[in-house]
C-alpha cells in the first residue's frame, strides 16, 4: 500500500456516504438512522440468534442492544431468549416491523436508481460492474485466517464438508479411512499446524500443514466452502501456508491432489508449483507437486 492508494480508498468512502445519505439520521426518509434499518434488513423473515446477528455485522454488544431497544421501543421487533438456553437470544421482526422493511427495501430500490438514472447505459453497465468487484474484494478483505486445534467444532464443520464433497467428485468415491490424511496430531505444533477461514464468524474453508522435522512441509485438507469461491481464499491459503513453512526453516513444500480437482491442479501451477514424481502412496492422487519456497534469512 501507498500514501495515494490509502488516499483513493478514503475519497471513495466519502463519495459513498454521502450519495446514500448514511450521513443523515432519518435514512431513506424515515424516523431512523441507518444502522437499525440494517438491522431490520438483517434480521430477515425468520429471525436472527442476536449473538449471531452481532457477529455478522462486526458490532459491540453494547451498541448492537441500543439499537434493538430502540426498534422494539417503537414496536418493530421482538427480543427473547431461547428455551433451551435462556442466554441466547433471538430477535423477530413483528408485523410492523415487516411492512416497515418493505417500506426500506422499497425506498433502497428508488434510491439505488437514482444512482444509475443519469448515466447513459455504457456508464451504467460500467458502475455496477465495478461495483459488483469492489463488493468481491471487499467481502474477500473481511476473512480472517486462525490457527485452530483440528478439532475444534469449525475445524471439524469444514472437514465434514470437505469429505462430502470429495466423495461426490471423485469417480471411485471418497473414504477417510483408506486415505493417507494426517492424524491431528501431525496438524498440532510442533510438527504441523491448521488454519480456519471465517467471514461474519462462519467457518468457510480449511488448509492443513505438516512440518516433519525430517522432510518437506506439506499442505494438507485444504477446502473453501463453494459459496466463498472466487474471493481468492484458496490463493491466500497456499501464501499463508508457504510463509509459515518457511518461517519453520522449511525450503520445500509439497501437495498431491486428485485429477478431477482441476481448478485446484490450475491454482497450483498459477502460485508456482511443479509436477513431480510421486512422493507417497496416498490412493486418491494422481498429480503430486512441490515448490522451492524462501526459508528464514541466515544470519
Known amino acids: 500500500m501507498d500514501a495515494a492508494q490509502i488516499s483513493q480508498?478514503?475519497?471513495?468512502?466519502?463519495?459513498?456516504?454521502?450519495?446514500?445519505?448514511v450521513l443523515h439520521d432519518h435514512y431513506l426518509g424515515r424516523d431512523r438512522p441507518?444502522?437499525?434499518?440494517?438491522?431490520?434488513?438483517?434480521?430477515?423473515?425468520?429471525?436472527?440468534?442476536?449473538?449471531?446477528?452481532?457477529e455478522r455485522l462486526g458490532l459491540d454488544s453494547g451498541y448492537i442492544s441500543r439499537l434493538l431497544r430502540s426498534l422494539e421501543t417503537d414496536g418493530l421487533v421482538t427480543v427473547e431468549p431461547q428455551q433451551?438456553?435462556?442466554?441466547?437470544?433471538?430477535?423477530?421482526?413483528?408485523?410492523?416491523?415487516r411492512s416497515e422493511r418493505a417500506m426500506l427495501d422499497g425506498r433502497s430500490d428508488e434510491?439505488?436508481?437514482?444512482l444509475l438514472e443519469p448515466l447513459n447505459t455504457a456508464q451504467r453497465a460500467r458502475l455496477v460492474a465495478a461495483m459488483a468487484e469492489v463488493d468481491r474484494l471487499l467481502t474477500a478483505a473481511t476473512v480472517t485466517l486462525d490457527t485452530v486445534d483440528p478439532g475444534h467444532p469449525d475445524a471439524q464443520l469444514c472437514l465434514r464438508f470437505y469429505f462430502?464433497?470429495?466423495?461426490?467428485?471423485?469417480?471411485?468415491?471418497?473414504?477417510?479411512?483408506q486415505s493417507l490424511l494426517p492424524d491431528a496430531s501431525e496438524l498440532r505444533p510442533p510438527q504441523g499446524l491448521f488454519?480456519?477461514?471465517?467471514?461474519?464468524?462462519?467457518?468457510?474453508?480449511?488448509?492443513?500443514?505438516?512440518?516433519?522435522?525430517?522432510?518437506?512441509?506439506?499442505?494438507?485438507?485444504?477446502?473453501?466452502?463453494?459459496?466463498?469461491?472466487?474471493?481468492g481464499l484458496g490463493r491466500r491459503f497456499?501464501?499463508?501456508?508457504?510463509?509459515?513453512?518457511?518461517?519453520?526453516?522449511?525450503?520445500?513444500?509439497?501437495?498431491?491432489?486428485n485429477k478431477a480437482l482441476g481448478a485446484a491442479i490450475g491454482l497450483y501451477h498459477s502460485c508456482g508449483f511443479q509436477e513431480v514424481p510421486a512422493f507417497n502412496d496416498e490412493p486418491y492422487a494422481h498429480h503430486w507437486f512441490e515448490k522451492r519456497i524462501a526459508g528464514p534469512p541466515s544470519r
Open 195 to 231: 488454519l480456519v477461514a471465517r467471514m461474519h464468524a462462519e467457518p468457510i474453508g480449511c488448509a492443513g500443514l505438516k512440518l516433519p522435522p525430517d522432510a518437506p512441509a506439506e499442505i494438507k485438507r485444504m477446502w473453501v466452502a463453494p459459496h466463498a469461491r472466487g474471493l
Open 111 to 114: 434510491l439505488a436508481g437514482s
Open 9 to 21: 480508498v478514503r475519497r471513495f468512502n466519502r463519495t459513498v456516504t454521502e450519495r446514500v445519505g
Open 164 to 177: 462430502s464433497e470429495l466423495q461426490a467428485r471423485f469417480d471411485t468415491g471418497f473414504d477417510p479411512a
Open 84 to 97: 433451551h438456553d435462556r442466554r441466547v437470544r433471538t430477535v423477530r421482526l413483528t408485523n410492523a416491523g
Open 34 to 54: 441507518i444502522g437499525e434499518a440494517r438491522l431490520l434488513w438483517e434480521i430477515g423473515e425468520q429471525g436472527q440468534d442476536v449473538r449471531r446477528l452481532r
Open 238 to 257: 497456499l501464501a499463508e501456508l508457504e510463509a509459515r513453512a518457511a518461517r519453520h526453516g522449511h525450503d520445500v513444500l509439497r501437495l498431491d491432489t
